[in-house]
């Protein structure tokens, strides 16, 4: 890590060391938003970001940092969209026509205020969707979110968000 980062605390020490980490061609346009900071009464820290790219947020890429009391780091994760990103963040479809689009095949009703342009990675690259996701829960439970091309209107994913946990103890 570059030395400066060895003084460093907390968020701060937490960016250096995702900068450091991050792949060369990331770093200039690397933009991060701290998404959670939690403490424990060990003293540790994880410090987590999301990757933002041109002011959009970038579906399933970011990174976390655990510090120790020392702030040592003893653990970071770096997944971060280094290539293939859009070359433009302005859509030819507007929301509505991309909420309309998932209304029509999926029989929902939905507001315009339920889509949030984003970058998401593809089977094709990175590319600028609307993420669609309903702000009133459905009658069967599932939390379902929908991807849909933001210049072309093909609805690439939709898939149900509830994550379901079994345990024993």
Do not use: C
């Not at 790219?53 to 940092?65: E, I, K, M, N, S």
């Not at 009658?139 to 079994?166: H, Q, Y």
């Amino acid at each position: 890590l570059a030395r400066e980062a060895l003084a460093l605390r907390g968020e701060a020490k937490a960016r250096a060391v995702v900068k450091a980490l991050a792949p060369q061609a990331t770093v200039a346009s690397l933009e991060l938003v701290r998404t959670s900071h939690d403490r424990f009464g060990d003293g540790d820290e994880i410090v987590s970001f999301g990757q933002v790219y041109r002011g959009l947020p970038v579906v399933g890429f970011g990174a976390t940092v655990r510090m120790d009391k020392d702030g040592d780091v003893v653990f970071s994760s770096v997944d971060l969209a280094s290539r293939d990103l859009p070359v433009s963040t302005k859509p030819t479809l507007d929301k509505t026509e991309a909420v309309a689009r998932v209304a029509r095949a999926y029989r929902l009703s939905l507001a315009p205020s339920d889509a949030y342009l984003v970058v998401a990675s593809t089977f094709e690259g990175a590319k600028l969707v609307y993420a669609v996701i309903p702000s009133l829960p459905l009658a069967n439970g599932s939390m379902p979110r929908f991807m849909v091309d933001a210049n072309d209107g093909t609805i690439l994913e939709a898939r149900d968000m509830r994550a379901f946990v079994s345990a024993q103890v």
